[in-house]
């Protein structure tokens, strides 16, 4: 059974007579990517900067990998990890100095320090610049430097606020990768703020939304998308004749007399496309494509929080 990372009951946060955080529920579990979505002002660096210790919450009951935060918030620290908005190197120091700080804060030993910054320049492909500072690195190799110096205490939860604003889509693709393989290789759980939508699809195994200092919903990808009306059941005929029987039997349907096709409103759930395709077998009517269309998440965005999503991942 999958064990729960972060447990987050009524979590509350006020700063003077703005309320941030209203009531938060959240349960995440163990060994996978959550991602917290939101507009501008929504609270999602609030909130992981709650969870990480950094700010005190005005209500709630918080537990991190296990430990209390208000009476262990010691422990909390020693089982996570902070990649913020902001990359956290100094730029005065060579990339392996950087990671030999981190190695230092973490009494990790010269020997075992020295190994550890060696696995994880080699890692994440910067081996070859491990003399350099980085100030002479593109975005996403700062990036990376940065994500390998919160890896270096070997943290079992990960927070990711906002990590790949501002890089190119190859960079944004490659951290997308080293994302997925530390939950695959390493079991860590990783909790991810973005305003990336496509990057909550492509990464989370679970998306809550955050709007007003509540949330509006919760789910994986395709629950939320099955949320908004406008998902429909695309069925392609052969033949003229068959897209008029079938017209006339699914009253509900669009019809493209010069693709052949209809379009029958649904969500796409197995349930209601068996039941669509056993009314198509019963009346003899043979389908020759099918395919499945629901709202993406700039749908659910736009439709739970009032607010288009202004940020988009930049297509190449």
Same mark, same amino acid.
């Given at each position: 059974?999958?064990?729960t990372?972060?447990a987050?009951?009524g979590l509350?946060?006020?700063?003077?007579?703005?309320?941030v955080?209203?009531?938060?529920?959240?349960?995440?579990?163990?060994g996978t990517i959550?991602s917290?979505?939101?507009?501008?002002?929504?609270?999602k660096?609030?909130?992981?900067?709650?969870?990480?210790?950094l700010?005190?919450?005005?209500?709630?009951?918080?537990t991190?990998?296990?430990?209390?935060?208000?009476? =262990?918030?010691? #422990? $909390?620290?020693?089982?996570?990890? &902070? +990649?913020?908005?902001?990359?956290?190197?100094d730029? /005065?120091?060579? !990339?392996?100095?950087?990671?030999?700080?981190?190695?230092d804060?973490h009494?990790?030993?010269?020997?075992?320090?020295?190994?550890?910054a060696?696995?994880?320049?080699?890692?994440? =492909?910067?081996? #070859? $610049?491990?003399?350099?500072?980085? &100030? +002479?690195?593109?975005?996403?190799?700062?990036?990376? /430097?940065?994500? !390998?110096?919160t890896?270096?205490?070997?943290?079992?939860?990960?927070?990711?606020?906002?990590?790949?604003?501002?890089?190119d889509?190859?960079s944004r693709?490659?951290?997308?990768q080293?994302?997925?393989?530390?939950?695959?290789?390493?079991? &860590? +759980?990783?909790?991810?703020?973005?305003?990336?939508l496509?990057?909550?699809?492509e990464?989370?195994?679970r998306?809550?939304?955050?709007?007003?200092?509540k949330?509006?919903?919760?789910?994986?990808?395709?629950q939320?998308?099955?949320?908004?009306?406008?998902?429909?059941?695309?069925?392609?005929?052969?033949?003229?004749?068959?897209?008029?029987?079938?017209?006339?039997?699914l009253?509900?349907?669009?019809?493209?007399?010069?693709a052949?096709?209809?379009?029958?409103?649904?969500?796409?759930?197995v349930?209601?496309?068996?039941?669509l395709?056993?009314?198509?077998?019963?009346?003899a009517l043979k389908?020759?494509?099918?395919?499945?269309?629901?709202?993406d998440?700039?749908?659910?965005?736009?439709?739970l929080?009032?607010?288009p999503?202004?940020v988009?991942?930049a297509?190449?």
């Amino acid at each position: 059974m999958t064990s729960t990372a972060i447990a987050v009951s009524g979590l509350r946060k006020a700063f003077g007579d703005k309320v941030v955080l209203d009531g938060v529920d959240l349960d995440v579990r163990a060994g996978t990517i959550f991602s917290l979505l939101g507009p501008n002002g929504a609270g999602k660096t609030t909130t992981v900067h709650i969870l990480s210790t950094l700010v005190t919450p005005d209500a709630g009951e918080v537990t991190v990998g296990g430990h209390d935060l208000a009476r =262990d918030p010691d #422990g $909390v620290r020693s089982a996570i990890g &902070v +990649t913020g908005q902001f990359s956290a190197v100094d730029d /005065l120091l060579t !990339a392996e100095e950087n990671l030999l700080l981190m190695a230092d804060l973490h009494r990790l030993g010269r020997a075992e320090g020295r190994r550890r910054a060696a696995d994880l320049l080699a890692r994440f =492909d910067l081996a #070859g $610049v491990a003399q350099k500072t980085p &100030v +002479t690195f593109s975005g996403g190799m700062k990036r990376r /430097l940065d994500l !390998a110096m919160t890896l270096v205490g070997r943290p079992r939860i990960i927070f990711l606020d906002e990590p790949t604003t501002g890089l190119d889509p190859r960079s944004r693709h490659t951290m997308w990768q080293i994302i997925r393989d530390l939950v695959d290789t390493e079991n &860590v +759980t990783i909790f991810l703020t973005t305003q990336y939508l496509e990057e909550a699809d492509e990464l989370a195994d679970r998306i809550a939304v955050l709007d007003g200092g509540k949330l509006v919903a919760e789910g994986t990808a395709a629950q939320l998308k099955r949320m908004i009306p406008g998902g429909h059941v695309r069925l392609q005929f052969t033949s003229g004749d068959d897209l008029d029987r079938a017209a006339r039997l699914l009253e509900t349907s669009l019809r493209d007399d010069e693709a052949l096709s209809l379009q029958v409103p649904g969500d796409g759930d197995v349930p209601a496309l068996r039941s669509l395709l056993n009314l198509l077998d019963d009346h003899a009517l043979k389908v020759d494509g099918l395919s499945i269309h629901t709202p993406d998440l700039d749908d659910v965005f736009f439709a739970l929080t009032g607010h288009p999503q202004t940020v988009k991942e930049a297509r190449s």
